[in-house]
DNA sequence: TCACTCTGTCATCAA
DNA sequence: GATTGATGACAGAGT
């Protein structure tokens, strides 16, 4: 389990440092401070990690359906997408950027028509969705004036910098081939080029708009390439008014998908888009927030058999989606492009799709069979706690004590604080594992008191445990006396040889006067009464002893943190002292600036300039400034000589 | 086996 | 003077 964490929390960091190169914006605040426990995240898969703006929320939940990324409908789109790029090897030349350009063009045009200021989420991307299409429509040539990072790749034939957006949506064969086949086309195959593709993906809308046609996740691939290779050039012509509809159709999704931040999962998709990896989708379940985001990438399995038209559309949208979020980011980062986002999204694949699968399952099983109650006991044993056994397992009303001893322990809890603080934290790292959890500071978790004064302590059968007690099974009321002898303490074994009616806990809590009392009214002998003096000296010592170490323990932290802050301190006004003179350097060399111009513009008696170096200006303490004559080295030479004739007459 | 930590105990001092 | 708390030092057990 600690593996599995380590690993996804590595690999998890890893991502999130890659996303934020590249302008993707990850809360990983939320995946450390979120409700449920990592374990939990583990078990059921990553969660809170990645990021849960409105944005991926709503774009996963298109009118109300969820997406799966390994829904068929996804296979299917994809694979269309994939006999388009066969039709275009048998000799059509292929544009990839190009079209994409158009497709956002008309995503635009009908976005811009029917829902206007809704794209507005975006400001980028509806910026470049609304330039005019048009210019697109034109020619190669126009496209890099479109504004749009995605056009701009066009004259470069995809080499640039939206590889890992729309251009690397349609790029993931065709690079290579491209840029072999850079060669003038005439824009009439350019067209066809363009409608074939077109047709390819709106069939693939189509299809997954339409349940009814719901294919089966395996395609009829021969079967496309007949629909593929039938089509007309007049069917073709007909394209661009029936992609505008279904477009229309489409737009109140993309609009939604339109975000100027995209999660991490608006990368995986993304991803998906541009390298035809199927990645996992979104289980958006109208559940809480909380349970959204835990169950963020979990895989649901076949439960995309029921998918619906509206989740079809969605996932229609999704590749103009990733378009309209990447492309903001993407042309920010241009220079991070595609390798980067390549390796980013096939370590997301790897790491949050596929590794975590089988763990999940694997430690859910575990976990489920395991009682919540040990994972209680495993985790509050720190093997070095002793409150185990001085404190937990002991109910409050299975102490034996007489009710004299629970009648003063009163009074003794206030003189060891330092027990009864550590007595008010409960010991148990793990209050309930399927509700809350809370990260647990082992260090905090451990503790090593013994105090007689806990009231844990007091409500204890007439035992005292020694340190050996961390391994020893929870008392009940009736363990006490079938306590092994083993387990006692020293001095409860000699308390127990010499017959003495008391606990150690008695002896060590009671008051002084009570304890004379006992002393004198018991007919104790001498060597009784020695033990009982022994026993509540070692007692008493004992906690004081705690007390002392916990001082030390208290006394040196603090004077660390005094010694981090000293540091920091001088850390500052070492800092300060070199601005300071810094900034008095920049001062000197403006007086003397300032005393040069002053000097250069007064007049001597004769008329005559004084010079800047026999004169200087001196401001007196009542603000006024005087010209003075500059001293020569004479003076210091007068002074070397008083030095010199000193000398002199030291020698002498 | 060794180093380290934790804990109990003793001795001592001071209040 | 007795009691108690604080603390250094030591030893044993556990890691």
Same mark, same amino acid.
């Given at each position: 389990?600690?593996?599995?964490?380590?690993?996804?929390?590595?690999?998890?960091?890893?991502?999130?440092?890659?996303?934020?190169?590249?302008?993707?914006?990850?809360?990983?605040?939320?995946?450390?401070?979120?409700?449920?426990?990592?374990?939990?995240?583990?078990?059921?898969?990553?969660?809170?990690?990645?990021?849960?703006?409105?944005?991926?929320?709503?774009?996963?939940?298109?009118?109300?359906?969820?997406?799966?990324?390994?829904?068929?409908?996804?296979?299917?789109?994809?694979?269309?997408?994939?006999?388009?790029?066969?039709?275009?090897?048998?000799?059509?030349?292929?544009?990839?950027?190009?079209?994409?350009?158009?497709?956002?063009?008309?995503?635009?045009?009908?976005?811009?028509?029917?829902?206007?200021?809704?794209?507005?989420?975006?400001?980028?991307?509806?910026?470049?969705?609304?330039?005019?299409?048009?210019?697109?429509?034109?020619?190669?040539?126009?496209?890099?004036?479109?504004?749009?990072?995605?056009?701009?790749?066009?004259?470069?034939?995809?080499?640039?910098?939206?590889?890992?957006?729309?251009?690397?949506?349609?790029?993931?064969?065709?690079?290579?081939?491209?840029?072999?086949?850079?060669?003038?086309?005439?824009?009439?195959?350019?067209?066809?080029?363009?409608?074939?593709?077109?047709?390819?993906?709106?069939?693939?809308?189509?299809?997954?708009?339409?349940?009814?046609?719901?294919?089966?996740?395996?395609?009829?691939?021969?079967?496309?390439?007949?629909? *593929?290779?039938?089509? &007309? #050039?007049?069917? +073709?012509?007909?394209?661009? $008014?029936?992609?505008? /509809?279904?477009?229309?159709? =489409? !737009?109140?999704?993309?609009?939604?998908?339109?975000?100027?931040?995209?999660?991490?999962?608006?990368?995986?998709?993304?991803?998906?888009?541009?390298?035809?990896?199927?990645?996992?989708?979104?289980?958006?379940?109208?559940?809480?927030?909380?349970?959204?985001?835990?169950?963020?990438?979990?895989?649901?399995?076949?439960?995309?058999?029921?998918?619906?038209?509206?989740?079809?559309?969605?996932?229609?949208? *999704?590749?103009?989606? &990733? #378009?309209?979020? +990447?492309?903001?980011?993407? $042309?920010?980062?241009? /220079?991070?492009?595609?390798? =980067? !986002?390549?390796?980013?999204?096939?370590?997301?694949?790897?790491?949050?799709?596929?590794?975590?699968?089988?763990?999940?399952?694997?430690?859910?099983?575990?976990?489920?069979?395991?009682?919540?109650?040990?994972?209680?006991?495993?985790?509050?044993?720190?093997?070095?706690?002793?409150?185990?056994?001085?404190?937990?397992?002991?109910?409050?009303?299975?102490?034996?004590?007489?009710?004299?001893?629970?009648?003063?322990?009163?009074?003794?809890?206030?003189?060891?604080?330092?027990?009864?603080?550590?007595?008010?934290?409960?010991?148990?790292?793990?209050?309930?594992?399927?509700?809350?959890?809370?990260?647990?500071?082992?260090?905090?978790?451990?503790?090593?008191?013994?105090?007689?004064?806990?009231?844990?302590?007091?409500?204890?059968?007439?035992?005292?445990?020694?340190?050996?007690?961390?391994?020893?099974?929870?008392?009940?009321?009736?363990?006490?006396?079938?306590?092994?002898?083993?387990?006692?303490?020293?001095?409860?074994?000699?308390?127990?040889?010499?017959?003495?009616?008391?606990?150690?806990?008695?002896?060590?809590?009671?008051?002084?006067?009570?304890?004379?009392?006992?002393?004198?009214?018991?007919?104790?002998?001498?060597?009784?009464?020695?033990?009982?003096?022994?026993?509540?000296?070692?007692?008493?010592?004992?906690?004081?002893?705690?007390?002392?170490?916990?001082?030390?323990?208290?006394?040196?932290?603090?004077?660390?943190?005094?010694?981090?802050?000293?540091?920091?301190?001088?850390?500052?006004?070492?800092?300060?002292?070199?601005?300071?003179?810094?900034?008095?350097?920049?001062?000197?060399?403006?007086?003397?600036?300032?005393?040069?111009?002053?000097?250069?513009?007064?007049?001597?008696?004769?008329?005559?300039?004084?010079?800047?170096?026999?004169?200087?200006?001196?401001?007196?303490?009542?603000?006024?400034?005087?010209?003075?004559?500059?001293?020569?080295?004479?003076?210091?030479?007068?002074?070397?000589?008083?030095?010199?004739?000193?000398?002199?007459?030291?020698?002498?």
């Amino acid at each position: 389990m600690q593996i599995a964490k380590k690993y996804f929390t590595d690999g998890l960091i890893q991502l999130t440092i890659l996303l934020s190169l590249i302008g993707v914006r990850v809360d990983i605040d939320s995946y450390l401070s979120g409700y449920y426990s990592p374990l939990i995240e583990i078990n059921l898969g990553p969660s809170s990690a990645y990021t849960q703006t409105p944005f991926h929320n709503l774009r996963d939940t298109l009118d109300g359906y969820s997406v799966h990324p390994k829904c068929p409908e996804l296979d299917y789109f994809f694979a269309s997408r994939r006999l388009l790029d066969e039709v275009r090897t048998l000799g059509s030349p292929r544009f990839p950027t190009q079209l994409n350009a158009w497709l956002v063009h008309q995503v635009s045009a009908t976005d811009k028509a029917e829902c206007g200021p809704s794209t507005s989420n975006n400001t980028d991307t509806s910026t470049e969705l609304e330039t005019p299409g048009d210019e697109v429509r034109d020619g190669s040539e126009h496209l890099p004036d479109s504004g749009q990072e995605v056009c701009q790749t066009t004259t470069e034939l995809g080499q640039g910098p939206c590889n890992a957006g729309a251009c690397g949506f349609l790029k993931e064969k065709d690079d290579a081939k491209v840029q072999e086949e850079e060669e003038p086309a005439p824009l009439t195959q350019l067209a066809h080029s363009s409608t074939l593709e077109q047709e390819s993906l709106l069939e693939g809308i189509t299809a997954l708009s339409d349940p009814a046609r719901q294919h089966p996740p395996t395609i009829d691939i021969d079967q496309h390439w007949n629909n *593929l290779l039938s089509l &007309s #050039v007049t069917d +073709l012509d007909d394209l661009d $008014s029936l992609v505008t /509809e279904r477009l229309s159709d =489409l !737009d109140t999704d993309i609009t939604t998908a339109i975000s100027q931040d995209v999660s991490l999962h608006d990368a995986m998709v993304t991803s998906a888009g541009a390298f035809g990896v199927v990645s996992e989708r979104v289980e958006s379940r109208p559940v809480p927030q909380q349970q959204r985001t835990l169950f963020r990438l979990e895989s649901t399995g076949s439960s995309h058999s029921d998918a619906s038209p509206g989740m079809a559309l969605g996932l229609a949208a *999704l590749p103009f989606a &990733s #378009v309209c979020n +990447l492309t903001g980011n993407v $042309s920010q980062h241009s /220079e991070l492009g595609g390798c =980067l !986002d390549e390796a980013v999204f096939d370590q997301i694949n790897q790491l949050g799709l596929e590794g975590l699968d089988p763990i999940d399952t694997q430690l859910m099983g575990c976990l489920e069979s395991i009682d919540p109650q040990v994972l209680e006991d495993l985790d509050s044993d720190s093997g070095l706690s002793l409150e185990s056994s001085s404190g937990g397992p002991v109910s409050p009303g299975s102490s034996d004590m007489s009710s004299s001893s629970s009648s003063y322990c009163e009074d003794e809890c206030g003189a060891t604080g330092y027990s009864s603080e550590v007595d008010s934290v409960p010991s148990k790292g793990i209050m309930d594992y399927t509700t809350t959890w809370s990260p647990i500071d082992l260090s905090e978790s451990v503790w090593h008191d013994h105090s007689y004064s806990s009231p844990a302590f007091y409500n204890q059968p007439s035992v005292t445990l020694s340190h050996k007690g961390i391994k020893e099974e929870p008392l009940s009321d009736d363990d006490g006396p079938r306590l092994d002898e083993r387990d006692l303490s020293r001095d409860e074994m000699r308390a127990r040889a010499m017959c003495i009616p008391f606990s150690v806990l008695q002896i060590v809590n009671m008051p002084v006067e009570e304890f004379l009392e006992v002393l004198d009214g018991h007919g104790f002998t001498p060597e009784q009464v020695t033990l009982l003096r022994d026993i509540r000296r070692r007692g008493k010592n004992k906690l004081a002893a705690q007390n002392c170490r916990k001082r030390k323990l208290d006394a040196i932290t603090g004077l660390q943190e005094e010694v981090e802050r000293l540091h920091a301190q001088r850390d500052r006004l070492l800092r300060e002292k070199q601005l300071t003179a810094k900034t008095m350097g920049a001062v000197g060399q403006q007086i003397k600036q300032l005393t040069r111009d002053v000097l250069a513009r007064l007049r001597d008696d004769s008329g005559q300039p004084l010079n800047p170096e026999r004169f200087t200006l001196q401001c007196g303490a009542n603000g006024r400034v005087v010209v003075q004559p500059v001293r020569r080295p004479a003076v210091s030479t007068s002074t070397g000589n008083k030095t010199d004739k000193r000398k002199k007459e030291k020698k002498q």
